[in-house]
Every structure is written in C-alpha cells, then in structure tokens.
C-alpha cells in the first residue's frame, strides 16, 4: 500500500510544475475521431476538460462531427463525398452540418461537460461573428477558408466561468454559410487566444517514423523539420493536413502544436501534465 501511495504522491509532484505553468492560460483542444464515438473515451475527454478548468486552465474545446454528419446525410438517402480528404458540401449539406454540428453534437457536448461537473455554453462560427470565411474550392462546394477569427465571444465565456465548445461553422461576408474544417479552426483560435498549447485528439499515437510501427513515434518535431519529413514520406495521408495546422499555429505564435492518440484514456491529462507526454509535439 506504501507503493501506491508513493505513485500518486509522485504523479501529483510530476503535475505540479505543468499545473503552475499553464495556470490562468487557455489550451485549446480539437476534439474528433474515435474519443468522439466511444462512449468510455467520451467521458474520459470529459472529464479532463472539467479537472483543467477546476484548477484553473481555461479550456477551449472546438469540436467536429463527421461521423454525425455521415448517418444523418445517409438518414436522408444522401451520399458522404470527399474530394483530397475534405467533405463535399453542395447547399443541402450545408444545412445538414450546420444543424448537426451547431445543433446535436455541440449541445451534446456541453450537456455531458455539465454531467461531469463543469460549467459550459454552445457556440458556432456564426456567433458573434466569431469565424469569418470565403469560398475554399469552387469543387468543395461550400467549404470555407478562414479569413478572420473574432475571439471576443469566446473571451468573455473563458471571463464568465464558462468552457467555450465551438462548432465549425463559418460565415461569409455575404451571410453564407461555410463548412470549416475544425483542425483548422481549432489552430487559428489557438492563435488568436495567444494560447501556449493546442492539442488535436487523433486515432493514431502520434506522427510515426514507421507507419505501420507505433513504436517509431516522434516525440518532438520543429517546424523547419516539416519539409524534410514530407520529402522523406514519413508525413503523409492525413497526417498532412494535422502537421500542417500545427505548423501554422506554432508560426502564428503558438508555443506548442500536440498530436495526441484519443484512443488513450485520459491523453489530454497525460500531455499537459506529465513529463513523457502522449503524441507528437510541434515546436518553433
């Protein structure tokens, strides 16, 4: 029993120079994939959100839903497109997104963040003008490129007490309506919070030396290591898009750009609060 108390003694020593850290600053966290549909790892991310806002981080949660998307476009008879890893998204699926993503899924979240004990409130790009977008691709529909990110919204929410879950809708000058892509988002927000840390929850450990070996996981990459690794083939895929946002947040004064695995309980305590971390992390 002396044994277990020594581990916990030490986990919480191990914390507190990361506590102290990040106390009074805001992480922002980009939460999909498979935490988002596993009901156990769901409650989990929960939970860690509502722990690091209790003692003091301010917490920004930005979120997607693509497999919500998915079954309602597939309840309606309508066909899932992708074209180079981003949604296809004529006028009808906008509207789907805009009501699933803004709608079910945000509400969702923040119902389970109260259940867990945190106090919580539902925006979208669309409040308070909060994501300003224009037209991507023409061959994307309408799917939007940020042009500006408004923070003011989700200030005054952090100032309140409240842990801000955004859904990645934005809006265009004209009013429409765009699908934004909440990687994306989730980095620009980063930027525009002068927020030391964000953390994009993935389904795999982290940007792998070997695709096919989890036990080649490159703990630290620097942004001028980036080009180099896309030349050598070791990012590639999906991964692309992930370093990519990463990148662009760190450049925009982001201390620190985390790809974590969201397969792992309680990842995001495990990063920001211990010495080994959980993914990939990208710094300047």
């Known amino acids: 029993m002396r044994i277990d108390y020594d581990v916990r003694a030490n986990v919480m020593i191990e914390a507190l120079p990361y506590l102290q850290k990040y106390n009074n600053k805001v992480v922002v966290v980009k939460y999909g994939g498979n935490a988002m549909t596993n ?41 899932s497109k992708f074209v180079n890893g981003l949604r296809y998204t004529d006028e009808e699926t906008v509207d789907i997104v805009q009501m699933v993503l ?7 979240l923040v119902s389970m963040l109260e259940s867990h004990g945190g106090t919580a409130i539902g925006l979208c790009g669309l409040d308070g003008n909060l994501i300003e977008a224009e037209q991507l691709d023409p061959d994307l529909g309408y799917v939007g490129e940020i042009n500006a990110v408004n923070p003011k919204i989700i200030q005054n929410a952090l100032d309140n007490g409240y842990i801000p879950v955004i859904s990645t809708v934005g809006r265009g000058k004209d009013g429409t309506v765009y699908n934004i892509n909440a990687d994306t988002a989730a980095a620009r927000i980063a930027a525009e919070m002068g927020a030391p840390s964000l953390i994009l929850l993935t389904d795999i450990k982290g940007l792998l030396e070997d695709k096919d070996d989890e036990n080649t996981i490159i703990r630290t ?32 004064g982001v201390k ?12 995001i305590l495990i990063e920001l609060l211990t010495d080994i971390g959980a993914g990939t992390m990208i710094i300047a």
Not at 53 to 76: Q, W
């Open 39 to 79: 009901d156990k790892l769901k409650h989990a991310v929960m939970e860690d959100i509502v722990m690091l806002s209790t003692v003091g981080i301010k917490v920004v949660l930005v979120h997607g839903g693509g497999p919500e998307i998915n079954d309602m476009l597939k309840r309606i008879g309508k066909e």
């Open 102 to 108: 803004a709608g079910k899924v945000n509400k969702d």
């Open 221 to 252: 990459v620097g942004v001028s290591e980036v080009p180099f690794l896309k030349k050598q083939g070791i990012i590639t895929g999906g991964m692309i898009p992930k370093i990519d946002c990463c990148v662009e947040a760190v450049r925009r």
């Open 256 to 267: 620190q750009a985390n790809i974590i695995d969201g397969r792992i309980p309680h990842s």
